[in-house]
């Protein structure tokens, strides 16, 4: 069983076409990264897989399961967004615990998920504030939080560093790679930074003009790239 299996997808937003004949696997447990640079069609992809986004051609199976059919609330997924998407007026607890009421999980449990991943993004000040009264950063915490406490079995995160400035961005970056060490699930990380690609990832995939240009390690990436394009991109020394 894969963590994420896509095969041969396609997608159009009227006559472009963004995504072109994609296929790859993510074993499980996984920590990949997709890199491009803007407009090739990262967060399409991710929100494909999230259900955000229909998928025009191919399949996507998240584990044993087949999802690119399935409503997005059905997907045993969490995404992490740039811009937080936290609700602003609800507080950070409401925020954390709103998926897991729908879901049906009982109030104890809530309570005991919220706690555990408030203590381990120390945000646990700031559970009983809205988003407006909180930095930049520490929003991007409790959305890091919110999709903790889902216990989903795939990661999805669409540049959650881009917001940040750069000290913030680099403790945020450690703080993802010890919680993908800590929990063992699958994530799927978009970035358009060699550089958080190259710390984060066991595999890169690389994209360019809507297709993958290569998929590999970050070291079988950076010393053997399969395009110029790939060399010019994560900049390998000549
Ligand atoms: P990336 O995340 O790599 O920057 P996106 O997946 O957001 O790229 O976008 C890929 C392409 O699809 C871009 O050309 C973008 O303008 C286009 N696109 C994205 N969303 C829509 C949409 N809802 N309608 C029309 N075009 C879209
Ligand atoms: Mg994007």
Do not use: W
Request: proline share 5%; hydrophobic share 40%; glycine share 8%.
């Amino acid at each position: 069983m894969s963590g994420v299996e896509m095969a041969r997808v396609s997608k159009r937003f009227g006559d472009v076409l963004v995504i072109d004949d994609v296929s790859l696997e993510v074993q499980l447990g996984e920590f990949i990264v997709f890199l491009g640079p803007s407009g090739c069609g990262k967060s399409t992809l991710l929100r494909m897989i999230a259900g955000l986004e229909t998928v025009d051609d191919g399949t996507i199976y998240i584990g044993e399961q087949r999802v690119d059919t399935m409503p997005p609330g059905e997907r045993d997924v969490a995404m992490v967004f740039q811009h937080y998407a936290l609700y602003p007026h609800m507080t950070i607890r409401e925020n954390l615990a709103f998926g897991l009421t729908n879901r049906r999980v009982p109030a104890d449990e809530i309570a005991k998920r919220i706690e555990a991943a408030a203590s381990s993004l120390e945000i646990e000040e700031f559970l009983e504030r809205r988003p407006g009264q909180l930095s930049g950063g520490q929003r991007q915490r409790a959305a890091i939080a919110r999709a903790i406490v889902k216990q989903p079995s795939l990661f999805l995160f669409d540049e959650p560093l881009s917001n940040l400035d750069a000290a913030l961005r680099a403790r945020t970056r450690i703080e993802l790679a010890q919680l993908h060490q800590q929990l063992g699930t699958t994530m799927v990380f978009v970035t358009h930074d060699q550089v958080e690609a190259m710390t984060l990832a066991d595999r890169i995939v690389v994209l360019n003009n809507h297709r993958i240009e290569q998929i590999g390690t970050p070291m079988e990436i950076y010393r053997r790239p399969a395009t110029k394009f790939v060399a010019g991109f994560v900049g390998t020394p000549k």
